[in-house]
């Protein structure tokens, strides 16, 4: 219960007008220690209630804060303007009860009227920040009194470049104050440097952590015996999964721009984004593309990076990614904040072993599907033993042949290990080409 967290009453006022009943996980672990001052370093996704966690510990501490001074006291930081704008409503969602107010400083909005705008004194800002750091050299942004600052999806910001202007925006708020780091992922070096560089001795929140958290989506794999077949293949995918949108993600720009061409030429409404647009392209790619109530954006990782591109139906891996992080970031597009997402990957016989690697690395397995309007001739492995067991899967020693009951009752793995590599060749698929996913 949110009460239990010693919010303000008009907080928890708030709460209630917006049907908040329970805190999330990340709530419940974040909000008491953030209202006690202390620095955090969370993992958690969005769809997680991550905002919230943020948003209610910094107006808990102004509705507490007597002092009136002429400058922001909360500081928040995004990659993305669309991810401001976001942050923004929600802070006037859970601040409409009392008189604090926050203000959006992001690119492409006129620098003056924005200037002008800081200059009514708002509470907390939400910024991108190259616009902040823009808005501090010409004086009109003062840090000076800043008590909280946040960087929300801090690993998107680093993969956006922003390592360095944040480094330069954090030194520009005081010492001491709260510094909160939100990340869908953890491990980068790049990370590691800005962790020690703007928190101190942060406490770590590990949760809802991407590997664990795609529950929502269902994930497929379509095998295909090459690049003309995985073609045939996304036509009749895109034509026959019903309206919505897509993105389809592509490893190479040549082969984005090669699947731009082959799906106009099927009339359907194609964008794409690749690093050799340029920044306006892009933009208005992304514009068109989110304005429309279905369509295809073809894409490769890199252009997609930092992309906010919410109510996606779902993801096509054209190539399989080169990582299980790469493929999460994909398929974490879909199924966003609680609606069911669909991510299909087409995998070719030379990507099949990437593809049971990132299944371990996931520790899930995916559907196997096979597209009966689009026949061809792989299938998934076809060494397969009997028993079900892949070749190469070791004797028994006892010299036993591995006989039914071993194949129907295959070996738990022990507490605290990682199961071993899902068995290939379970694949029996149905008459409408969907196998069920089995699971182990
Ligand atoms: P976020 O991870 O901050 O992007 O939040 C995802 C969605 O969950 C947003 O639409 C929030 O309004 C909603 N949300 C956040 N916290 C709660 C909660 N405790 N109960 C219900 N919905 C919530």
């Not at 590691?192 to 929140?205: A, F, G, S, T």
């Not at 892949?390 to 738990?412: L, R, Y």
Request: hydrophobic letters at 40%; glycine letters at 8%; proline letters at 6%.
């Amino acid at each position: 219960m949110f009460s239990e967290l010693q919010l303000h009453e008009r907080l928890l006022k708030a709460l209630d007008e917006l049907s908040f009943k329970q805190p999330t996980q990340v709530q419940q672990e974040a909000i008491p220690a953030a209202i006690a001052g202390q620095d955090l370093y969370v993992i958690a996704q969005t769809g997680s209630g991550k905002t919230a966690a943020f948003v209610l510990p910094i107006l808990q501490r102004l509705l507490h804060d007597d002092s009136k001074p002429m400058a922001p006291r909360g500081l928040i930081l995004v990659p993305t303007r669309e991810l401001a704008r976001q942050v923004l409503k929600d802070i006037a969602a859970l601040a409409q009860f009392t008189f604090l107010k926050a203000e959006q400083v992001t690119g492409g909005e006129d620098f003056k009227v924005q200037a002008a705008r800081l200059r009514k004194n708002p509470d907390i800002v939400v910024a991108t920040p190259g616009r902040a750091l823009e808005q501090l050299t010409a004086g009109n942004l003062d840090l000076s009194v800043v008590q909280t600052l946040v960087l929300d999806e801090a690993d998107r910001m680093l993969d956006m470049g922003f390592a360095e202007d944040v480094g330069t925006l954090a030194d520009a708020c005081p010492q001491p104050r709260q510094t909160l780091l939100f990340s869908a992922t953890k491990g980068s070096r790049g990370l590691q440097r800005m962790i020690d560089q703007v928190l101190r001795e942060p406490l770590n929140l590990e949760l809802n952590s991407v590997r664990d958290d795609t529950p929502a989506i269902t994930q497929q794999v379509v095998p295909a015996d090459d690049n003309t077949h995985k073609e045939a293949t996304l036509i009749w995918l895109l034509q026959n999964q019903g309206e919505g949108k897509t993105i389809v993600f592509t490893n190479t720009r040549v082969m984005a721009d090669r699947l731009n061409g082959v799906l106009r030429a099927k009339d359907l409404r194609v964008y794409v984004l690749h690093g050799e647009k340029d920044q306006k392209e892009r933009n208005l790619a992304v514009e068109r593309f989110k304005q429309g109530a279905s369509g295809v954006l073809v894409a490769t990782d890199v252009a997609a990076r930092g992309l906010d591109i919410a109510e996606l139906d779902r993801v096509i891996n054209f190539d399989m990614p080169r990582s299980g992080d790469d493929y999460l970031h994909r398929v974490g597009r879909t199924g966003r904040a609680g609606a069911e997402g669909l991510a299909i990957s087409l995998v070719s016989p030379h990507e099949w072993n990437l593809m049971s690697s990132i299944e371990r690395y996931l520790r899930r397995q995916f559907e196997r599907r096979l597209v009966a309007e689009v026949p061809g001739s792989f299938k998934g492995p076809k060494k397969v033993k009997s028993s079900g067991k892949p070749v190469g899967a070791k004797k028994k020693k006892d010299g036993k042949k591995d006989g039914k009951k071993a194949a129907a009752k295959p070996k738990k793995p022990k507490a605290g290990k990682r199961p071993s590599r899902p068995p290939v060749g379970q694949v029996v698929t149905s008459s409408d080409g969907l196998t069920p996913p089995k699971r182990r």
